[in-house]
């Protein structure tokens, strides 16, 4: 398996949380740099967080800096992102991406391997 695979998508209200995980590649996963991206209905895919291949890295968009919580476990090979304070415009297709090197980006083009995707839904 080299594809990330998300899970724990789903609705929630406005005000709830949710934990999204990304199970990743077992051969690779404590070696590069994930990150999570989002895309909503008619609009571009956008940069939500990343975190370094240790974990001791991690950016936010300021979208989601104080509400989300990326974080990973390497023994499980698995990157989680809890998020609390869901709002309305956070619905979005939350994607788990992989790049081929150690720090945390936000470059769309710096990750090499990306999952299908898991509905996130905030109704108001």
């Known amino acids: 398996q080299v594809q990330p695979v998300e899970s724990g998508g789903g609705l929630v209200q406005a005000g709830g949380s949710l934990r999204l995980s990304c199970a990743a590649s077992r051969r690779t996963f404590g070696t590069y740099a994930m990150g999570w991206f989002r895309q909503a209905p008619g609009k571009e895919h956008e940069f939500v967080s990343a975190?370094?291949?240790?974990?001791?890295?991690?950016y936010y968009a300021d979208s989601v800096k104080g509400r989300f919580t990326i974080s990973r476990d390497n023994d499980k090979n698995t990157v989680y992102l809890q998020m609390n304070s869901l709002k309305p415009e956070d619905t979005a297709v939350y994607y788990c991406?992989?790049?081929?090197?150690?720090?945390?980006?936000?470059?769309?083009?710096?990750?090499?391997?990306w999952g299908q995707g898991t509905q996130v839904t905030v109704s108001s």
């Open positions: 975190i370094s291949w240790s974990g001791g890295s991690t």
């Open positions: 991406a992989q790049t081929r090197g150690r720090w945390a980006t936000t470059d769309r083009l710096e990750y090499a391997y």
